[in-house]
């Protein structure tokens, strides 16, 4: 691998990645039929190819203290940068290596049996990395899996991507080549960011061409500078269509399970639906991308002489052992109720049973239920036993319906947050630390959320054994800093006991929002 220069002079930035969450994973190949491991139920292993500065995997070592860590990176920077947060934190579950991974067995120094892993995680590397790279990512996933392993892959796919290749080649000719005199990594972004505005308005905006160029403009404006100085300027990004990644993955002995999330499926046209009914899965997947115009996949693998049989389609039948959880705002009306996503996609509810488990899945937002004790909950005993079946069997396909458009999620247990504010409540170690040097915390969803300064300090003062006196205490030395005014119904307080006063009255709704955002720890 050749860019170790450019990843030491740029980091990458650290984000988490809710999709790489094992417990995620584990639910979503569960559903199509593999038997994953659940960390709620069993230790694991898991490995991070790429680990970068180790955010992603930091956030579930944090996450899952009974399971084991591994990331490599070929980026010392990123190592040390990593490393140094794990020591504040005190995680002794989490090892993270410096290293090539078309070396990867040498790098990681240990015994066979330690190298093998329930988890691999290769997110933001496969199409960014040479040819024998990429070999060697796949021979490492099937190698080092174990009999019920998963490895998620994310890579750039086809069509969609040809839209952004194509603006990607034009920002890298333009700064690469035709400025006369090499610029810093910033100012390459800037630069691009400027003749990418000069050429979408120069091009109609009437026009196929003028609408895309406007499109990826606003996207690059939108994007984190460092990822974008990585995404244009290194010298390989190279996607693929689906039957190529699936090719590629058979020839390594993986076999393909699932998404990380469930793929929307557009309205088609009944020729288009007799098409796709006639063609087998991983055709119909590659079609779904032409229909999608897909840019992006996360994609889940298993060995292929993994044991269970891997379904075509999600089994409604599947969903009995897991849990779920939602993100939607409800809205009811008379005799339905329209759902919200936080994306901005709708739908419209009409059935009894599925809007009464959708608003008890909202109430406890963002915690998780299990589908047995949701059914429990909203379907009525008092039914003969066969209506009560019809009620499961509508309410288990409406979910998966549902988990299409990204109105539900599936877990394999409860999530390790709570709605109860208890008398010492308490965040993880990892949030009180982040909300020291950052706008971003990152909650017990795996989760990295922006937050004002104000809710940052009350996160730091929930360590679990400070009781909500002592963070009214910590909250007052907040806001009777020097510069620092609160307001309240429209104007400045200035007495010190109204002072007291409103501060101890909003501890108990800030901390129920935490706990609301995914925050407060079980």
């Known amino acids: 691998m050749t860019t170790l220069h450019t990843y030491d002079l740029v980091?990458?930035?650290?984000?988490?990645?809710p999709r790489t969450n094992p417990d995620n994973i584990a639910a979503m190949v569960r559903l199509f039929g593999f038997n994953a491991v659940s960390l709620y139920d069993e230790t694991s292993r898991v490995l991070e190819l790429g680990c970068g500065q180790a955010g992603n995997l930091i956030s579930l070592?944090?996450?899952?203290?009974?399971?084991?860590?591994?990331?490599?990176?070929?980026?010392?920077?990123?190592?040390?940068?990593?490393?140094?947060?794990?020591?504040?934190l005190g995680l002794d579950n989490i090892t993270l290596l410096v290293g090539d991974l078309s070396e990867?067995?040498?790098?990681?120094?240990?015994?066979?049996?330690e190298n093998v892993f329930d988890f691999i995680l290769v997110h933001g590397v496969y199409s960014w990395v040479p040819d024998d790279v990429r070999r060697h990512v796949l021979r490492i996933c099937h190698d080092c899996l174990s009999p019920r392993g998963?490895?998620?892959?994310?890579?750039?796919?086809?069509?969609?991507?040809?839209?952004k290749g194509l603006v990607r080649e034009v920002l890298r000719h333009h700064v690469l080549t035709t400025l006369k005199s090499p610029m810093e990594p910033m100012a390459m972004i800037g630069e691009a960011k400027r003749f990418l505005a000069d050429v979408a308005e120069s091009v109609p905006e009437s026009s196929g061409y003028g609408k895309l160029l406007r499109e990826e403009f606003r996207s690059l404006n939108a994007s984190n500078e460092a990822y974008l100085f990585h995404e244009q300027f290194e010298a390989i990004n190279e996607a693929r269509y689906f039957h190529q990644f699936i090719d590629?993955?058979?020839a390594a002995g993986?076999?393909?399970?699932?998404?990380?999330?469930?793929?929307?499926?557009?309205?088609?046209?009944?020729?288009?639906?007799?098409?796709?009914?006639?063609?087998?899965?991983?055709?119909?997947?590659?079609?779904?991308?032409?229909?999608?115009?897909?840019?992006?996949?996360?994609s889940l693998l298993c060995r292929t002489d993994a044991v269970d049989l891997i379904s075509d389609s999600p089994g409604a039948a599947a969903m009995e052992p897991l849990w779920l959880s939602t993100e939607v705002t409800c809205n009811e009306t008379d005799h339905e109720l329209q759902i919200v996503n936080p994306d901005g996609a709708s739908a419209t509810l009409a059935s009894t049973v599925t809007k009464a488990a959708v608003q008890r899945l909202a109430t406890i937002q963002y915690a998780a239920e299990s589908f047995r004790d949701l059914c429990g909950e909203v379907i009525d005993k008092s039914q003969s036993l066969e209506q009560q079946m019809i009620d499961r069997d509508l309410l288990r396909a409406e979910l998966i319906q549902l988990a299409h458009f990204g109105m539900v999620r599936?877990?394999?247990?409860?999530?390790?947050?709570?709605?109860?504010?208890?008398?010492?409540?308490?965040?993880?170690a990892l949030a009180r630390l982040q909300a020291t040097t950052?706008?971003?915390?990152?909650?017990?969803?795996?989760?990295?959320?922006?937050?004002?300064?104000?809710?940052?300090?009350?996160?730091?003062?929930?360590?679990?054994?400070?009781?909500?006196?002592?963070?009214?205490?910590?909250?007052?030395s907040f806001v009777t800093r020097e510069g620092v005014t609160l307001q309240h119904e429209g104007a400045s307080i200035t007495d010190p006991e109204v002072l007291r006063k409103v501060v101890a009255e909003k501890i108990l709704p800030n901390l129920q929002n935490l706990a609301t955002m995914g925050f407060l720890m079980r």
């Open 11 to 17: 980091p990458y930035p650290d984000f988490v990645h």
């Open 61 to 88: 070592a944090s996450l899952y203290p009974e399971s084991q860590f591994t990331g490599i990176d070929m980026s010392r920077g990123h190592i040390a940068a990593g490393q140094a947060i794990i020591d504040q």
């Open 104 to 113: 990867f067995s040498r790098s990681l120094n240990s015994s066979e049996e």
């Open 150 to 163: 998963v490895t998620f892959i994310s890579y750039n796919t086809l069509p969609g991507w040809h839209a």
């Open 248 to 250: 590629e993955t058979t």
């Open 254 to 298: 993986l076999q393909y399970v699932c998404e990380a999330s469930m793929s929307y499926v557009p309205s088609q046209s009944t020729a288009m639906q007799q098409r796709m009914r006639s063609l087998p899965r991983l055709a119909r997947e590659q079609y779904l991308d032409y229909l999608c115009n897909r840019t992006f996949r996360q």
């Open 410 to 428: 599936f877990n394999t247990g409860p999530l390790p947050l709570t709605r109860k504010v208890r008398k010492k409540p308490k965040c993880s």
């Open 438 to 476: 950052s706008e971003f915390a990152t909650s017990q969803r795996h989760v990295a959320v922006r937050l004002d300064e104000a809710t940052r300090h009350i996160i730091t003062l929930c360590d679990g054994q400070t009781d909500h006196a002592g963070i009214t205490e910590g909250m007052m």
